[in-house]
């Protein structure tokens, strides 16, 4: 047994530990250090001496302040033990319920104890430990994963977010023309800084417009004027008359006695005009989504791309502070009204060009579904989200066309939603240079009279000619590798288990087109040319899968494996190049 931590306090001691048989991780040597972040959330609670962490120096006295803890990976099973040392009955809570399938309670609920599994789901969890009925305290761990290299597994998270923030982009340009040249942009997480840098000179130049031909609205305002200062007599006026109020001795107007003071209710233009406050408050949106942007990126660990991330946002806190200080916006105060609408910025020069902005930014800041809504990452389904968008990028540049963004995304009343989602079958088509089409369909289901069991591949691209005749390709996505030494001496390399392989030969026989349905004439077409599974894995010396027998199968069998990992997808390109060359 391997013990790993121990959170003990006056009533309840938790220990975590893992079995010393467990599996070989691959990449632990790549991991400096785990996280393990403890909060009390009773008042008064102390924890007591018998609190540790592995990874650590050992116990420490202020438990709140320590974060290193032990590495804990995915696909390990850990035991964990709850006991309450009071009569008390404990629970324990967490994100995922999934996890405490494998727990058990004794004693009446005082004992917990059982297998903790996370499966391929990587990421940070929290747990929640009760006492009563009270919580007690949480802590915070981190689960790595075993078969992807930390960096590749970073990779994967910002290439997923640079493609899904570029088809973004690209949408906003084509629904609103924000510009004619859109560069897809660099990895990073921040996908609405993003935004904001694309947008930060056409909101400047628009503002600064309004700051030199503003739209001035007309305001009504109460003053005391002597009376022979007073204009024009209107309903106002002759009621203070009639009532005797105002200030100062009485002053006879003819016959009518009035006081020297009247309150006087009088026009005058404002910049205090719903417009102007409803720019102001995406200003101040802005800068409060600059700052928490900053304090998010704090968090990270220190290096050249979060000082640059850090010096960006604080130039752009600078440069919004400035434009919150122009007239127009400096004069507003207040929100504007409830359900506010105007003409004023659909139309006038300047205010055009910063709404259209500022609804921009506001729509981009609500991306939601797909990978984005991952809280634990699962690794299975990260790993087929990134081969579907890198498989649209290799295609986009073998045919020269860009990734049709409008199958890709599409804009709710919440803002905009990434269509991508695991169980949903979702179709992209590209144009080839001969006149044929190409389908890529995401999560397809071929089911019906002509299925005895539904078939679901990961990916399927469908080569259509004039006659919308398809041949077929189906791509599946496995995470899972074998490296043992019998796999290696059969196949030449390390690849997805026999079992994903035999999936291939399934989908080969059972995906069929159907000429004609009748008793008499049935005529069933095998469609599928070739079913390959994409595993991640980098070959140690560059040439060596082409010796395998994975990759010589494709051809010759019409069934094989192809390794793809960011920075490493040549291997797919060249597939993809073959597949579509025009026929001779």
Not at 107 to 134: A, M, Y
Not at 254 to 270: D, K, N
């Amino acid at each position: 047994m391997d013990n790993l931590f121990c959170i003990e306090t006056e009533k309840i001691r938790l220990e975590w530990s893992r079995n010393q048989d467990r599996d070989t991780v691959i990449f632990a040597d790549s991991i400096p250090h785990g996280l393990l972040v403890i909060k009390p959330i009773r008042e008064g609670l102390t924890f007591e001496e018998g609190t540790w962490r592995s990874g650590s120096s050992g116990a420490v006295k202020d438990v709140a302040s320590e974060v290193i803890g032990p590495r804990l990976f995915e696909q390990t099973d850990y035991n964990l033990y709850i006991k309450s040392k009071t009569d008390e009955e404990i629970t324990l809570e967490t994100q995922n319920p999934a996890l405490r399938r494998d727990l058990k309670t004794l004693e009446k609920g005082r004992l917990i104890f059982g297998t903790i599994n996370f499966g391929s789901q990587v990421g940070r969890s929290e747990f929640s430990v009760s006492s009563g009925g009270k919580p007690e305290f949480r802590f915070e761990i981190e689960v790595f994963p075993t078969k992807l290299d930390p960096g590749d597994y970073e990779r994967i998270l910002d290439e997923i977010q640079e493609i899904m923030t570029g088809l973004v982009l690209e949408y906003l340009k084509s629904t609103f023309g924000i510009g004619k040249d859109m560069i897809v942009p660099q990895a990073t997480h921040l996908e609405w800084l993003v935004l904001l840098r694309k947008l930060v000179d056409d909101l400047d130049r628009a503002l600064t417009q309004i700051a030199a031909h503003p739209k001035w609205g007309l305001i009504r305002t109460s003053q005391e004027t002597r009376v022979e200062r007073i204009r024009r007599s209107d309903s106002h006026i002759r009621r203070s008359i009639q009532k005797g109020s105002g200030r100062g001795k009485l002053v006879y107007l003819g016959e009518i006695a009035v006081r020297e003071r009247l309150v006087e209710r009088r026009i005058r233009p404002t910049l205090d005009t719903p417009e102007h406050r409803w720019l102001a408050s995406q200003l101040i949106r802005i800068r409060r989504r600059l700052a928490w942007l900053y304090m998010e990126e704090s968090k990270r660990e220190p290096g050249e791309k979060r000082d640059q991330s850090l010096n960006e946002i604080r130039k752009m806190e600078r440069r919004f502070s400035r434009l919150s200080q122009i007239e127009p916006i400096k004069e507003a105060i207040g929100a504007p009204p409830l359900g506010f609408a105007s003409v004023q910025l659909l139309y006038a020069p300047g205010y055009r060009e910063a709404y259209h902005a500022c609804i921009i930014l506001s729509l981009g800041l609500h991306i939601e579904n797909g990978p984005f809504t991952l809280s634990l990452k699962d690794l299975g389904l990260l790993y087929e989200y990134w081969c579907f968008l890198a498989l649209l990028r290799l295609l986009a540049e073998e045919t020269g066309q860009p990734i049709p963004v409008r199958e890709m995304i599409a804009l709710e009343q919440c803002g905009l939603r990434i269509l991508l989602q695991k169980g949903r079958e979702q179709t992209v088509q590209f144009r080839l240079s001969d006149g044929r089409k190409l389908e890529i369909i995401y999560n397809p289901r071929f089911q019906g009279e002509n299925f005895l069991v539904p078939q679901q591949p990961d990916i399927v691209l469908n080569l259509l000619d004039s006659k919308n005749q398809p041949i077929r390709f189906i791509l599946d996505a496995k995470y899972r590798i074998d490296m043992s030494p019998k796999y290696l001496q059969q196949y030449g390399s390390v690849g997805p288990p026999d079992d994903a392989l035999n999936v291939l030969y399934r989908y080969r026989g059972a995906i069929i087109d159907v000429d004609t349905e009748t008793e008499a004439n049935f005529s069933a077409n095998h469609t599928v040319a070739q079913a390959i599974a994409l595993f991640p894995y980098k070959e140690t010396s560059s040439g060596a899968f082409r010796a395998c027998r994975l990759w010589s199968a494709i051809e010759r069998l019409g069934v094989g494996a192809i390794p793809i990992l960011p920075g490493n997808t040549h291997y797919l390109a060249e597939w993809l190049h073959e597949i579509l060359r025009p026929p001779a």
